[in-house]
């Protein structure tokens, strides 16, 4: 069955360090794979999609096949990272999306 | 471009009545998908309409319904509330066809069932 697993409810990090969120996947087929984020009194937005490789808001995420993997990385955490962030896999347009259950990061100062 | 809008913000029902929601998307996109947001499970997705057709449907009772109008306007039905209905009711809209994946999504409808 398809699935979407983040590990981690809650993950706690000092500001200037390192942040890795993780995301699981598991799907037989060509994944599409997506973060989202939801500041505190937000909308839920599209953080990055690995299709793009792009880096948003100095976040990372790189889809590793052998893995089944797509965590989301930041080298150095800011206060305002602080967030919901959502891991979500795409079958295809016909199809809704499968999210993980979210982990909530906190950056402490 | 005005972004998802989602009618009322807030809500406070008691056991046993009905409630509706509504869901005004983007201008353009024919995707309208409805989540159940909770602290305890996350994102749940209800259903998904796609030109006026139910194109996708989670696991959830059938006191939960929905529909979706010709202007692509949604609107969600729960009968019967129940205290565990008590959450944030997310609609998201997409262009749906080619584009998968992004969702824009509304600031809910947050729900209290006493």
């Known amino acids: 069955a398809q699935r979407v697993t983040q590990p981690e409810k809650l993950l706690s990090v000092f500001k200037g360090a390192p942040v890795e969120l993780k995301c699981n996947y598991s799907?037989?087929?060509?994944?599409?794979l997506f973060w989202y984020v939801q500041y505190s009194r937000q909308r839920l937005q599209l953080l990055l999609r690995?299709?793009?490789?792009?880096s948003i808001k100095g976040f990372t995420a790189d889809l590793n096949k052998g893995e089944t993997s797509f965590h989301l990385k930041k080298p150095f955490a800011q206060e305002e990272d602080s967030a919901m962030y959502y891991c979500?896999?795409?079958?295809?347009?016909?199809?809704?999306?499968?999210w993980g259950a979210g982990t909530k990061l906190i950056i402490k100062p | 471009k005005a972004g998802v809008t989602q009618t009322p913000r807030y809500l406070i029902k008691t056991r046993g009545q009905q409630v509706t929601l509504s869901c005004s998307p983007i201008s353009g996109h024919r995707s309208v998908s409805w989540y159940q947001q909770t602290p305890g499970q996350g994102l749940q997705f209800l259903f998904e309409y796609f030109s006026e057709t139910q194109r996708n449907k989670g696991n959830f009772p059938g006191r939960f319904s929905g529909r979706q109008f010709s202007n692509s306007r949604s609107e969600m039905n729960v009968s019967t509330l129940e205290l565990g209905d008590s959450a944030l009711y997310l609609c998201?809209?997409?262009?749906?066809?080619?584009?998968?994946?992004?969702?824009?999504f509304g600031e809910g409808s947050r729900l209290t069932v006493l």
């Open positions: 690995h299709i793009s490789r792009e």
């Open positions: 998201a809209s997409s262009l749906g066809g080619a584009i998968t994946g992004e969702l824009f």
């Open positions: 979500a896999l795409s079958r295809g347009s016909n199809y809704q999306l499968i």
């Open positions: 799907y037989s087929g060509s994944p599409e």
